[in-house]
């Protein structure tokens, strides 16, 4: 008897619980979204605390374009890039960069055409699996962009190559809190400069680089590894 009237008790006392559980569930989650649609970001260069970043693995995009039989321009995608990013307080004048494509995972998005670039012809990704970019000195033309040099190596060729580079802004990210900073990139180099003169000219020889990149903080302790 005395259990069966504590029953109804304890089924009130865990339907509560689990209303208040989603009731804080629905409000974490009204909030998330409110900081989401509210979200900003400066485009003071000065906001960005120095240190280390890198590239977040889940947004960015790095493609090569060139001329096809001059009735349009390919595109030409990779899946896999890393990239790292040492900003200094100064600035993008005093900040430096390097990346590192991996030349394996060129995407044209058709099979056969895939495997043309890449073999030895071309690409030659098994002697030459990755295109890496160290950045040299950067040039100011406006606020938020300017001329970023640096040493660009594909083929076992290295050349410099200029990319426009423009400061998209900066906050910590209303989901992860992570210091986050984006940037996008555009620039131009001769394939022929690199040894990849291949199927000219049917191909085009200018390679036009679109870059669209967030870079996120490195924790302290793994900055110092």
């Not at 002697?127 to 660009?152: Q, Y």
Request: proline fraction near 5%.
């Amino acid at each position: 008897m005395r259990d069966s009237r504590l029953l109804p008790r304890f089924r009130a006392l865990r339907a509560l619980r689990t209303g208040l559980l989603i009731a804080f569930a629905l409000s974490m989650s009204a909030c998330t979204a409110l900081s989401v649609v509210t979200h900003s970001v400066s485009p003071d260069e000065a906001s960005v605390p120095a240190g280390r970043y890198q590239l977040d693995p889940h947004h960015w995009n790095v493609s090569f374009d060139v001329d096809h039989f001059k009735y349009s321009r390919f595109v030409m995608r990779f899946d896999k890039t890393t990239a790292q990013l040492n900003w200094n307080a100064a600035g993008m004048e005093q900040s430096t960069v390097t990346a590192d494509i991996d030349a394996t995972s060129l995407d044209t998005n058709v099979p056969i055409l895939d495997k043309m670039v890449k073999g030895p012809d071309m690409l030659d990704v098994e002697r030459f699996p990755t295109i890496h970019f160290a950045s040299t000195a950067f040039k100011r033309t406006a606020d938020d962009k300017g001329e970023l040099t640096g040493d660009l190596t594909i083929h076992g060729t290295t050349r410099p190559v200029t990319l426009t580079v423009t400061f998209k802004g900066h906050a910590p990210n209303p989901l992860t809190k992570q210091q986050t900073l984006g940037f996008s990139a555009d620039g131009h180099f001769s394939r022929a400069q690199f040894g990849l003169s291949t199927w000219y000219p049917a191909v085009g020889n200018d390679v036009h680089v679109a870059i669209q990149a967030e870079f996120v903080a490195v924790a302290p302790d793994a900055a110092s590894q």
